[in-house]
């Protein structure tokens, strides 16, 4: 391989010739954290002496947060004297569990459980930038170095051994600031976006309910049956085994994993027009209402979505065809809002999936505006609110791209800072 001018071939690829190759273990000393013996027991856990940081808290720290700044849970002092206590500014890395790999800094003094590794008494490289680079490793660290029957590990020895591309540290400071810039931008983008969920439940809250009227609208709300909007259909799944049926199909079929947006373009599989003629699964025309009604995501929450498209649905869909005296994106809007009522009221009971009982679905009332006047504002301004929200995390989904491609230039000294 032709290397360029002023690089060099290492175990960690090409990287600068200025640049040196350190092991983890060079930096500083590399432990493991303490969990005490039992678990839970309230002579050690529980209590308010210092903060308890676990690897399962982990997943609730977004990737671009660097720094851990809080926890959940607290230690007695009697149970810090059986864990082990780190240091504001130590680097630690999960070593087990589904946060195995990811590196963070510590913004707090804390005990830390078992499941967490640390460096301690650090004395080179710039702590953040070493983080950094382990994080673009997360995954090698997973599916190749981790180790251990049933749920792979990181032991303190393969930690150590970890090997890191090692610039000047003038260059490893400049490099790690340019991306915790970038992590502050996607950390305010993040705040912003959760600002605007709020206002919009706040919204949908008062404008679906009525609590709050548009300027010029008046009159009383009517109470609707589901089955009173308009026409339900069900869906089917052609044969798999008739390639007449998908083979170059070009009309999207919906599934419960594709409903993940409010509005639904497109879908993960297409079927044929000879599938549609033969009815082995059921046709819905544009602006219907298709809600997932079969699909273990209904532990969670109830995917609600209108499809912009003519699309057929399969047999976990229910879709609502609405009457042309109401306003599809109404409906949206007003059964998404609804979402946790209907499973409250209309899951089923004993089902190995969870599911939705049809009859008690179409039984489901909501509260209407008696004009498709009303309900086309009401949708208006909660679509506007929606067109928003997507604008703002497709920016914070580029401002992510634009950080991965900043960590393959600058980490691998393809760009230089200094």
Not at 104 to 115: F, H, M, P
Not at 353 to 364: C, D, G, Q, Y
Request: aromatic share 6%; hydrophobic share 40%; glycine share 8%.
């Amino acid at each position: 391989m032709d290397l360029r001018p002023g690089f060099k071939q290492t175990e960690v690829g090409v990287i600068p010739k200025d640049w040196e190759v350190e092991r983890i273990g060079s930096l500083g000393t590399v432990v493991r954290g303490g969990s005490p013996r039992p678990a839970g027991d309230p002579r050690y856990f529980n209590g308010d002496f210092i903060p308890w940081l676990t690897v399962a808290a982990l997943t609730n720290v977004p990737a671009h947060q660097l720094k851990i700044v809080a926890t959940f849970g607290f230690l007695t002092e009697e149970g810090s004297k059986r864990s082990r206590t780190l240091s504001k500014g130590t680097l630690i890395i999960a070593n087990s569990g589904a946060t195995l790999g990811v590196a963070k800094l510590l913004d707090i003094a804390c005990c830390a459980n078992d499941g967490i590794a640390a460096v301690i008494d650090q004395e080179r490289g710039d702590r953040a930038f070493v983080c950094h680079y382990i994080n673009t490793r997360t995954k090698h660290l997973r599916m190749v170095v981790a180790t251990g029957n049933g749920q792979p590990n990181l032991n303190t020895g393969l930690i150590r051994r970890l090997s890191i591309p090692f610039p000047p540290i003038s260059e490893q400071r400049a490099i790690a600031a340019a991306l915790s810039d970038v992590d502050a931008l996607l950390d305010g983008l993040t705040r912003l976006i959760a600002k605007k969920r709020d206002l919009k439940q706040a919204a949908m809250q008062q404008l679906l309910t009525g609590q709050i009227r548009l300027p010029g609208f008046h009159g009383e709300w009517v109470v609707k049956r589901l089955d009173e909007l308009g026409d339900w259909r069900g869906g089917m799944t052609p044969s798999m085994s008739n390639p007449t049926y998908w083979q170059n199909g070009h009309i999207p079929w919906i599934s419960s994993g594709d409903v993940k947006s409010a509005l639904l373009a497109s879908t993960g599989f297409s079927i044929t027009a000879n599938a549609v003629k033969e009815r082995t699964t059921t046709m819905v025309p544009s602006k219907s209402i298709v809600i997932v009604t079969r699909s273990g995501i209904l532990r969670k929450y109830l995917p609600v979505a209108m499809n912009v498209v003519p699309m057929a649905i399969n047999q976990d869909i229910k879709a609502l065809i609405p009457a042309q005296t109401y306003c599809a994106k109404f409906l949206l809007h007003a059964l998404t809002g609804s979402g946790e009522r209907i499973l409250s009221s209309c899951l089923k009971a004993g089902t190995t999936v969870e599911s939705v009982e049809f009859r008690w679905l179409k039984a489901f009332t909501i509260r209407v505006p008696i004009t498709i006047a009303e309900q086309t504002a009401i949708a208006t301004v909660l679509s506007d609110m929606d067109a928003e929200l997507s604008a703002l995390e497709a920016r914070r989904n580029k401002t992510r791209d634009i950080k991965q491609a900043m960590m393959q230039e600058l980490l691998t000294g393809r760009t230089r800072l200094v």
